[in-house]
């Protein structure tokens, strides 16, 4: 399999003035004391055509200096990266013809305008003839299901709808990656599902390769297939999402579920901790470098009556969350 | 071929969101009655108390001198350096820096979309006024005004986008521009001939509204006197000049600019 994304030793520093309080206006304004921030260090992976990965990590982490670098909008400060065989910082133009962007936070589609608008103007943007943009915008009508707002000013739409359409206008040339930066942020979960099925089956459908950040792990459980973790610029794991909580976590759940109910709360053994307390209903965590799972519910089943059991992973946000916290210390 | 059609697109699809949105040409209307209707009506005062002639030119040169000044003005070439300095500082600038266009075209194009809409209506109809109440000067029936007429409206527009443009680009460097363009926009506003009609000039301020960029960004002005068969095509060119200096003076900061852009991530 080709690869459509290749990053070696990418760096990306950040260099701004600071005003020094105890130096003279004249200082701070010709010869300022400059800082540096370095927003990604050394990064390196690959990923291949057609592939849908998560690159996620917390706040400043570098993901998004990272996408912007791949789409050709920063300039790196040093190392190499190929998308789809260009170099985003110097062949930025004929990139822009092969990529697709929706940055969740930035709409790029014209306010007061019909979408029609929007996906007729980027249709000319991206060269397209009259007669091509015309099929396309009814391809994307139907599989986006614009049809009952396609013609509605786009500053009238709800969120889900608008960012239908974001999605629909980055479509519009087929490209071959969609680079998404967090773009079901204030999506509620109706809309949130649709888009990550269209997204699902573009990837599908087109073999379009997704390339995405996102705080919602819920976009990164459904949606990819490979998760790159990232802080303070570097890469500490790259992985299939499905052991994202193997490898971080060594924690499992035990719900018990009370034959009456749960009147008293003893201490518990080592490896073993209270998640949530309820009459009705116990969370208990269970360490897994002390304890295993057998060991666990015997140990539980001495201390409690229960009339149902229940074991469980870590939800994948609780992993996220701890990885974050962990990266932070 | 390519990027004329996209600016045909642009200006097209941005005539049409004006035409949704009238508010826009029902303040450019009011605001030109206002500020061109107040000051000819001053200088209407300032004839019948001083005379018919005032520096050798009437009242009805000086009025249409002022009046282009603000018919250009509708145009708000002024515009693209706050929606530049915008874009740089919101970050929204990278919504643009991925697409197949320069990022200046698309925002020289935006700007032009965004104002002709209402040159489109409000000149005609100020041209109609102005010659009803009037008249039309016999200088702007000679060969120089009709051959030179739109050219030089034309390079007012490229020079004070492109100027306006570089102010907006210094957003890259400074936190805010205002202080830098308000003195820009009183040059252009004082040489350009809008509140004081260039005939009006002292002979140094006069050299000084030929020969700087400021002075060239307004022209059009000039157009209406009776010397400007003499001088339209030295005007021209120094029009030329200035906006060939400047568009080149503008392509390499925004080259350097490009490299001091950051953009907030999630």
Partial sequence: ?329 | MRELRLGRKIIGTLIKNSAYNPQRIILDFFALVARCGILLFLYKCVYNWKGSNINNTSYQVIAWSIFLYFIVSIMRPRDITDAIAQDVKTGSIEMILNKPIHYLSYRFYTTIGTGLYSFFILAPLGFLAMALTLGIPSTMTTHAFVLTCTIVGFLCIALSLIVHALLGVLAFWMEDITPVYWIVDKFVMVLGGSYLPVAFFPPVMYQMAIWSPFGAMQFITHTVYDSWAAKAWNMIGIQLFWTLLFGLTLLIVFRKAKERISVNGG
């Avoid at chain 1, 170099?87 to 004929?94: E, F, H, N, Q, V």
């Avoid at chain 1, 299901?145 to 608008?162: A, H, Y």
Wanted: aromatic share 8%; net charge neutral.
């Fill in chain 1, 1 to 329: 399999m080709t690869n459509s994304i290749t990053v070696k030793n990418l760096t990306k520093r950040f260099e701004f003035s600071v005003k020094d309080p105890k130096a003279g206006w004249l200082k701070n304004l010709f010869a300022p004391t400059k800082n540096q921030v370095t927003a990604v260090d050394n990064i390196s992976f690959s990923v291949a055509c057609g592939e849908r990965v998560a690159f996620i990590g917390p706040n400043g982490a570098g993901k998004s200096t990272t996408i912007k670098m791949l789409t050709g909008i920063l300039f790196p400060t040093s190392g190499e990266m190929s998308v789809l065989g260009l170099d985003p910082s110097t062949d930025r133009k004929k990139l822009a013809y092969k990529i697709g962007t929706v940055f969740g936070q930035r709409s790029q589609l014209l306010p007061n305008l019909p979408l029609t608008d929007s996906l007729e103007f980027f249709g000319v943007m991206y060269d397209m003839s009259d007669a091509l943009i015309k099929e396309r915008i009814a391809e994307l009508v139907e599989i986006f299901d614009l049809k009952e707002f396609v013609n509605q000013p786009v500053r009238k739409l709800s969120l889900g709808q608008r960012m239908r359409g974001e999605l629909a206008a980055s479509l519009m040339h087929r490209p071959e990656i969609v680079f998404l930066d967090e773009p079901t942020i204030g999506l509620d979960v109706v809309a949130k599902k649709a888009l990550r099925d269209l997204l699902l089956r573009i990837n599908k459908t087109q073999g379009t390769t997704i390339f995405l950040t996102s705080h919602d792990v819920g976009d990164i459980e459904t949606l990819c297939e490979r998760t790159i973790v990232v802080n303070h610029g570097q890469i500490i794991k790259d992985l299939p999402t499905n052991e994202l909580t193997k490898t971080f976590v060594n924690e499992k759940y035990i719900d018990l579920m009370a034959k009456e109910t749960f009147e008293s709360f003893p201490n518990l053994p080592t490896g073993l901790r209270y998640a949530e307390q309820g009459k009705d209903k116990l969370t208990i965590a269970v360490d897994l470098k002390k304890l295993n799972v057998q060991a666990a519910l015997k140990q539980l089943l001495d201390l409690f009556e229960v009339e149902d059991i229940n074991v469980y992973n870590t939800e994948l946000e609780a992993v996220i969350r701890h990885i974050y916290e962990k990266a932070k210390i």
